[in-house]
Every structure is written in structure tokens, then in C-alpha cells.
């Protein structure tokens, strides 16, 4: 399978100060790829370059084989779909306005929604299971029931990459998993930061480590995630285990 | 010799038939239209206005002058008191309704309009566009074919003592009552005569202007304004006539330097305000030293005597009297 | 079950259009009839009906009938398109800035206006007799503070700082065009002019006439249809920049198109009835809270609500202290603060603003 989603030696500064250097990852269409590393690694940055929040130039990311500094971000939008943590809204707008957005990509600017609309939307909604609280005020909802509404809206963006931007970080451990499940099951291309090594061992099937703005691994998870890696990179004493239902794992000793 | 005797008789009969077509037509009051220049608009007086809306009492007190006070449809004082009014002419003013104000002192386009006035008479920023204290606009009031009229001391380049002839005269040209405009000017016009006659040749004293107090100072009299040549008229030299322009704020400091030998304080509004004025320049302590306060030489003008009005003669003489006392006690 | 939002959409914008048409109607009247100089109410009604039904010139029929007619209805129809137009702007800066304290004048708009106004009184004098000049000065200074904010603060990138800047950019602005408007005033030599320049700021409808009520009707309306028709994309942007990026929006585009109109549209309304305040903060809030977030109505409604209540004002203003007139904006300010208040003490309560 060819790449569907290339970045090539995307390099970023802030004031003399590298965040990225020279990084490249792939994913193949379908392919949940996990992005992982310290704090300070770049992650985020190299997210934000892609859902293009950061300005990409020529020759950087490439989506299905195009250039994506020439695509609007109309057309980026229908490709890509962030799911992000996004609790406070300025503005108190119900579930369902807010799901709504997700088909904006797909609207002209003076276009109203249509009976299509409605049903990709109630539909999204019924897949997190936030069907019944259409009518309610997102900002009355629980950090796990808003975040499943923004899965929603994502779902309702009908686009074929999903990039998570640490969405479930303040959740509960159900939300965690959960959530995540209901990603993996879309079968969709999937690029995700993970700071939780069991996530990433159970949802990835491919992964880059990325420290202080460069590539230093990739593999599968079970592969690449190993003692070295802890030891060097994360700075932590682990060891890798496998539970009685038979899943890899890793179990933290301290932090070194 | 007859034949002579014959062409003079007729001669005589043509010019007195010429003479009486004459005065038949001037009689008439066969209205020509009268044109002026109001604010730099010609307006037209085609008819003799017979409701007029006054702004001010000294506009009143012209129109009471000149018997014309059963034209005026109603008034509102400006910053006058009644009791700065000629009483002889007040009395005169005894029937006249006082309109609702809209602004302090000013009447209002919808009381104009209910009032039926065909003519608005007051001061040049009562009808400007976004003067605080607008009656109506110009355009306004010649759209509901009201004619305006602004006071000619209230506007133009340094005005001098004889706008107030020219507003008589003009007053005299609206309501064809030139001849008794023409009789009041020339009374005027002897009285500054003999008032100046007897400051002739007599230094002038310098003089401060108390009109107001403002936020950075006391606002003043400058060189370019009508006031300015009151006080010269007077005797008295504006310490203040280098700012270039009718009135601006004059800074304590300002005041402490020029050392005038003489303050004039003006009372508008209410009774008791230039004591009220006097007291606070009084309260000041760096201005203490100033010559004017430490003699306490004082003048107190009213509203109506410092703005162009019938008064000013009177003015003149009332500070001449105070800043020359050797003069006049001679 | 298909389409339930948007059927009840279109059902609440069509009954406030008819609801909002009969107030209108109702508010212009009683505002033609009721003011300083006292018109008897059936008098006022039979004036109406000639002069609409059958054509008949007010100048003809008497000096109430130039009052009603000529002086107060104009001035009723500015309140509604000015009271409109400021509510719908206040909504639009609201989204762009995602912040509900925002109003039309955070650019600076209302303080180039007035810095202009004065420079006007500076160089010609308080005795103006063109009607047009001060409108046109105060609508220049509008524009001077548009294109500086424009080109000051319309760079950053999305991730977090270009609404600020925006933002920040406007209040640099807004402070220094006050700072030199007021400096201005400070030269004026007159202590007329000093007022009158600062009086004119406050706001005040007493110079509509029919010949200059186009200008700012057709504006109002204009624009609150083009906002109501691209609606999504404000509701898109209030999210925030990185969201609405995420989703497709060009936000850079828009903001910029939002305060050119926003602009034009308030340089217009201040320099027909100078700076009124409140109403393009209130209003938006006030509707947002009554009929929801989503702009396809918001705009609409605020459009109605800000006229309605302007109207109603303008009527207070000319009977409370009848025959004097309080300018207007000093009375929206009577409401503002209370407003404010009202705030804080549903913060406290249910913890959001």
C-alpha cells in the first residue's frame, strides 16, 4: 500500500529555537499510527502542520499523493479532522449545532444545512452514543460526554484521517479506552500523539518515537517500545509484560 | 413773462405729483424683498415676519426698542437675568410668553414649529449644525420657510462696537421700520460719542476678563473677539488680546504675569455669580500678588453688557468710570 | 424527525419578523405623537392617515403635522435601523473576537470618529451651517481606525494569537485616536465648541430627516442579511481560530471581511447619530441568552431587538424631561451599568458569564 499521508523532512523554529528537525513519518491508508515522546519531543508541532493550524510550504505533507500547501483549507478540512481537547466554548450552543459544524467542509458559504446533513449528523451522534442529547446545551455536559460529542463532529466531517491531538488526557481511564475503541473501529487513517504506553500498545499499529524535534524510532509498538527505549527516552525503569488475557503491557517501576 | 410763469407752475404741479406718487408708494409698505447675508447665506425676507421666536434677552430688548414687540411670538433668556433688561423695556416684555427650553436657554425646533413663528432671531451658534446649543439649522428652518436671523456680533472677523448699529439697522430692513431704526442709532450713536469723548487722550489701564471658570484656567477674551474692542473702547487693554482667537483659556500662571491692574467679572445666568467668581479668584494663593486683587479693583458686568446689545454704550461707560475715576471726578 | 432544527428555525425568524413589524409600527407612532410639544393622540392618528393614504403634505396640514411627521418619524426610523445595526455589528465583533465583552467600538472605530469630529471643529469653527461636513469627518475617522487596526493587526498565526492581537491592536488604536481627540479638544479656543464637540459624541437621533435616512436604514439592513446568510461561518469562527481552521475556514479571510463591513456599517451609524453605546454589547447578549448562540437567528433577532429598544429609548429620552432632550447615549448608559451588574451576578450564580 502506498503512503496516504507523508510528511518529508518538515522542519520547524521558533525564534532560533528548533522544535523540529527534519521529520518525516508516513501512515497507510487505514493505518493507526502513534506518535509518541517527552514533553518538548514536537509532537504537537508536527500535528499542528498537519491539520495546518501551522502554515506548511511546498514539498512537506503530502495527502493521497498531493501537496497539501496547495489545497484551500476548504479541501484540507474534508480530508482531515482534528479531535482536540475543546471544553469551553465562548458561546453556549446545543449538541446539535455544534455536531452540525462538522458538515461546514462540505457547505458553500451561503449553502443552509439539508436533510443529508441532518442524517449524517444523527447518525455520528448515534455512534457515540449522544443521540439523546441533541437538544442539550454542550457546555452542561461531562468531559466525557463532550468529547464524544466532538468525535461526532468528526465522524460528521466524513473525512478519512483522523488526527487526535491528545483528546482524552484529562478522562477518566473508561473514557480513555472507550473512546479510543470507537476510533479504531472506523477503520480509518489514524494519527494520534499518546503519552499512555498501554494505549498506544493496544490501538497502534505503527509508531515513531519522536525526542527533542527528531525521529530516534519507529516499528511496531511491541517492537519498539521496549526497556532501551524507556530507559534512554522517557526516563523511567519499566519492563514489558503481558496481561492473563494475553495483551502486551508495560508496568512502571519509577522515574530514573 | 407769462410763458414763464406758466412752465414754473407746471413744474411745480409735475414735482409735487412726483412727490406725492412717492411717498404714496414708500407708504405702501409695498414689501420689496430684503436680502442679507446671515452666517454666509443670503436669505430673502420676502414678507414682514409677523411670529418671531427670540433667543436671548438682548435680542428681545431690540425688538422692544423698536416697537416691534408685538411681533415676537414667544422667548427664551439665553444666559441672561430679567434683571439685567432696560426696565423701561422689560416692561414692554410683561405680555411675551416664555418658551420651553430645550437646552439651557434655548428653545427647540418642535416649539418653534408649534409656536406658527415665521422668523427665528438669535445668536450665530444657535443655528449651527452641531452647536450644543442649536435651536435649528439653518437648512431646517428655511425648509418650513421660517426666516433666520442671526445676531451680527455673534459671527465674523473681530467684530467692532458698531454691529450693534448694524443690527438695528438690519432689524430696521426686515420689519420696514428703517426710520425709528435710523432715530435709535443716531441716540446710540451720541451717547458712545459723548462717553468717548471724555476718555480721549488717557492711557489705558490693563484689564483681565473673568467670563468663566474652566477645567485648566479662566476662559477669557481674546484679540480677535467683540469683547476685546469693548474693553478698548472703554480704556482698558485686554492683558490678554495677543491669544489669537474670541475667547480661550488663560492658565493661572498667565494671569499671575500679566498683573492687570483691573479684573471685570460677568454675571449670566444667576444673581450673585461674579460675587461667587470674585470670591474664588480670591481663594487662590498664587494669585494673590496680582495687582487688580490686592486693590480689589473690580468691575462686574452683566451677561447682556459683554455681548453685542444696547448696553455695551453703557458698558463702556460703567468701566470707564471704574478704571479713569480721576477722569470722571474732574 | 428529519428536520427539526431548521423547520423551527425558519418558524421563530417568521413569527419575530411579524411580531417585529407590528412593534415597529406601534413604537414609530406612539414616538411620532408622544415628545416635548404635546400633540392629541386622535389628531396625531388623522394626520397619519392622510399623509400615508392619501398623500398629503405635512407642511400643509400644520405645524403639528411637521413636527409628527417631518421632525419625529424620521427619528423613529433611525432608531430602529441604528438601534439594528449596532446589535447585529456588536454580534458579529462578539464571534470574531470569540469574546462576549466585545462590542463595534473595541477598533477603534468610535474613538478615530471622534478624534475626527474634533480636528472638524478645530479647523472650521463651531459655526458650521453644512449639515454634511461633521457626518462626513466623523465617518473618515471611522475609516482612519479601521485601516490602522487593519494593517497593524491582522498578522499572527492561528495556533492562539491572532485574535488577540487583533484585539489588542484595537485597543492600542482606540487609545491613542481618544488621546488625540481629546488633545484636539483641548485647543479648541471656545468653550462652546468644547462642548459641542463632546456632546456630539454622545449620540443623539435629533438630525434625522427623511433625505438622510437611506444611508443608514439601507446599511443596517444590508448587512444584516449578508450576515445572516453566511451565519455558519460565524458560528464557526466563534469556536475559535484553530477550530474553525481544523474545519475549513479561512479565518484570516473572514475576520478581515467581518471588520471591513463592521466598520463601514458603524462609520455609517456614527456619523448619522454619533457614538451610542451599550446597545452593541447588550443586545447581542440579551438575545443570545433569550433564543440561543446559533447566528442564523442571533442576527436576525438582535437585528429587532436592538432597533425596538433604541426606539424605545429615543421615546424616554424626548418625554421624561420633556421639553428637554437627554442625548441618547447618556440614557443607554443609564442601562449599561445596571447591565453589567446583572452579569457578575449570574456569574456568581451559575459560574459562566
Not at chain 2, 105 to 112: A, C, I, L, Q, R
Not at chain 3, 22 to 45: E, N, P, Q, T
Not at chain 3, 188 to 207: C, R, T
Request: proline share 3%; with cysteine.
Amino acid at each position: 500500500m502506498e503512503e496516504y499521508v507523508k510528511v518529508s523532512n518538515l522542519s520547524y523554529a521558533i525564534s532560533s529555537k528548533e522544535i523540529l528537525n527534519n521529520v518525516s513519518i508516513q501512515a497507510k491508508k487505514g493505518q493507526f499510527v502513534g506518535i509518541v515522546g517527552p514533553n518538548g519531543s514536537g509532537k504537537t508541532t508536527l500535528l499542528r502542520h498537519i491539520y495546518r493550524v501551522l502554515p506548511v510550504e511546498e514539498n512537506q505533507i503530502y495527502i493521497d499523493g498531493r501537496d497539501i500547501s496547495g489545497l484551500s483549507l476548504r479541501d484540507s478540512a474534508k480530508l482531515v479532522t482534528v479531535m482536540r481537547q475543546e471544553m469551553d466554548f465562548a458561546f453556549d450552543y446545543k449538541v446539535l449545532e455544534i455536531v452540525m459544524l462538522g458538515r461546514s467542509p462540505h457547505k458553500k458559504v451561503y449553502q443552509s444545512k439539508n436533510q443529508e446533513d441532518f442524517k449524517i449528523v444523527l447518525d455520528a451522534l448515534n455512534y457515540v452514543g449522544m443521540a439523546d442529547y441533541k437538544d442539550e446545551f454542550f457546555s452542561n455536559l461531562s468531559g466525557g460526554e463532550k468529547q464524544r460529542v466532538l468525535m461526532a463532529r468528526s465522524l460528521a466531517q466524513r473525512a478519512e484521517i483522523f488526527i487526535l491531538d491528545e483528546p482524552t488526557n484529562h478522562l477518566d481511564v473508561y473514557y480513555q479506552w472507550h473512546l479510543m475503541s470507537l476510533i479504531k473501529d472506523l477503520k480509518k487513517t489514524v494519527i494520534s500523539v499518546f503519552h499512555d504506553f498501554n494505549l498506544t500498545l493496544e490501538f497502534c499499529d505503527y509508531v515513531y518515537v519522536l525526542n527533542e524535534g527528531s525521529v530516534v524510532a519507529q516499528g511496531e509498538p511491541e517492537k519498539v517500545l521496549s526497556v532501551g527505549m524507556f530507559e534512554e527516552i522517557f526516563r523511567v525503569s519499566a519492563e514489558n509484560s503481558k496481561t492473563t488475557a494475553g495483551h502486551s503491557r508495560v508496568m512502571i517501576n519509577q522515574a530514573l | 413773462m407769462k410763458k414763464n410763469k406758466s412752465l414754473l407752475l407746471l413744474l411745480i404741479l409735475i414735482a409735487s405729483l412726483l412727490l406725492v406718487a412717492q411717498s404714496v408708494y414708500s407708504d405702501e409698505g409695498k414689501a420689496e424683498a430684503v436680502t442679507l447675508n446671515v452666517m454666509g447665506e443670503e436669505i430673502t425676507y420676502e414678507k414682514i415676519p409677523e411670529k418671531v421666536v427670540v433667543v436671548g434677552y438682548e435680542n428681545v430688548e431690540n425688538m422692544a426698542l423698536l416697537g416691534l414687540e408685538d411681533k415676537v411670538v414667544g422667548f427664551t433668556p439665553c444666559m441672561y437675568l430679567p434683571e439685567h433688561v432696560y426696565p423701561e423695556l422689560l416692561k414692554k416684555m410683561d405680555n411675551l410668553k416664555v418658551l420651553p427650553e430645550v437646552v439651557r436657554g434655548v428653545p427647540g425646533m418642535e416649539t418653534v414649529l408649534a409656536e406658527g413663528a415665521d422668523m427665528v432671531y438669535g445668536q450665530s451658534y444657535h443655528f449651527a449644525e452641531a452647536s450644543s446649543t442649536k435651536v435649528a439649522t439653518l437648512k431646517d428652518l428655511l425648509q418650513n420657510n421660517i426666516y433666520p436671523y442671526a445676531t451680527v456680533g455673534s459671527y465674523g472677523d473681530s467684530p467692532d462696537l458698531d454691529v450693534v448699529y448694524k443690527e438695528l439697522e438690519n432689524l430696521g430692513k426686515i420689519f420696514r421700520v428703517e426710520e425709528r431704526a435710523a432715530q435709535e442709532i443716531e441716540k446710540l450713536k451720541s451717547k458712545q460719542e459723548s462717553v468717548e469723548e471724555k476718555l480721549k487722550g488717557f492711557e489705558p489701564k490693563t484689564a483681565f476678563v473673568f467670563d468663566f471658570q474652566d477645567k485648566t484656567g479662566i476662559m477669557t477674551p481674546g484679540g480677535t473677539g467683540f469683547q476685546n474692542n469693548l474693553l478698548k473702547r472703554a480704556g482698558l487693554k485686554n492683558v490678554f488680546d495677543n491669544f489669537q482667537s474670541d475667547f480661550d483659556v488663560a492658565t493661572h500662571e498667565q494671569i499671575l504675569l500679566a498683573n492687570p491692574e483691573y479684573i471685570v467679572f460677568i454675571e449670566y445666568f444667576t444673581a450673585g455669580e461674579a460675587d461667587e467668581k470674585i470670591e474664588y479668584i480670591e481663594s487662590i494663593p498664587e494669585l494673590q500678588g496680582v495687582e487688580a486683587i490686592k486693590n480689589k479693583n473690580y468691575i462686574i458686568l452683566t451677561g447682556i453688557e459683554y455681548f453685542p446689545s444696547l448696553h455695551n454704550f453703557d458698558a463702556i461707560e460703567k468701566m470707564a468710570r471704574e478704571a479713569h475715576k480721576d477722569i470722571f471726578e474732574k | 424527525m428529519n428536520r427539526p432544527q431548521s423547520t423551527s428555525s425558519s418558524k421563530i425568524l417568521i413569527w419575530s419578523l411579524i411580531v417585529y413589524v407590528l412593534l415597529a409600527i406601534v413604537v414609530v407612532i406612539a414616538g411620532s405623537i408622544l415628545g416635548g410639544v404635546k400633540i392629541d393622540f386622535a389628531r396625531g392618528v388623522q394626520l397619519l392617515v392622510d399623509t400615508i393614504f392619501r398623500g398629503a403634505d405635512p407642511m400643509a396640514q400644520g405645524n403639528d403635522a411637521v413636527i409628527m411627521i417631518n421632525m419625529r418619524m424620521p427619528r423613529m426610523i433611525l432608531a430602529l435601523a441604528v438601534g439594528g445595526g449596532l446589535a447585529v455589528a456588536g454580534c458579529a465583533m462578539q464571534a470574531i473576537t470569540q469574546n462576549v465583552l466585545a462590542d463595534p467600538y473595541i477598533l477603534g472605530l468610535s474613538s478615530g470618529a471622534s478624534a475626527m469630529v474634533a480636528f472638524c471643529f478645530l479647523i472650521f469653527g463651531s459655526l458650521l451651517t453644512n449639515p454634511l461636513v461633521v457626518p462626513l469627518f466623523a465617518f473618515l475617522g471611522a475609516m482612519l481606525a479601521m485601516v490602522l487596526v487593519y494593517s497593524l493587526g491582522m498578522g499572527g498565526n492561528v495556533s492562539g494569537n491572532s485574535t488577540n492581537r487583533l484585539i489588542l491592536t484595537g485597543m492600542a488604536v482606540a487609545l491613542i485616536l481618544n488621546a488625540l481627540g481629546q488633545f484636539i479638544i483641548t485647543l479648541l479656543p471656545n468653550a462652546l465648541e468644547k462642548n459641542s464637540a463632546a456632546m456630539w459624541m454622545w449620540g443623539s437621533l435629533s438630525s434625522a430627516r427623511w433625505s438622510n435616512l437611506a444611508l443608514p436604514v439601507l446599511s443596517s439592513i444590508i448587512v444584516t442579511l449578508l450576515y445572516t446568510v453566511i451565519s455558519d461561518r460565524f458560528n464557526l469562527i466563534s469556536l475559535g481560530e484553530s477550530t474553525a481552521v481544523t474545519l475549513g475556514m479561512n479565518t484570516s479571510l473572514m475576520r478581515g471581511f467581518v471588520m471591513v463591513t463592521v466598520s463601514i456599517l458603524t462609520g455609517v451609524l456614527i456619523s448619522s447619530s454619533g457614538a451610542i453605546g451599550f446597545v452593541g454589547y447588550i443586545i447581542p447578549h440579551t438575545v443570545r441568552m433569550l433564543f440561543g448562540a446559533d447566528h442564523k437567528k442571533l442576527f436576525p433577532l438582535a437585528f429587532f431587538v436592538g432597533g425596538l429598544f433604541l426606539a424605545c429609548i429615543e421615546v424616554l429620552s424626548r418625554v421624561l424631561l420633556a421639553p428637554k432632550e437627554v442625548p441618547i447615549g447618556i440614557f443607554c448608559a443609564f442601562f449599561g451599568g445596571p447591565f453589567f451588574v446583572y452579569l457578575i451576578f449570574r456569574q456568581n450564580k451559575t459560574g459562566r458569564l
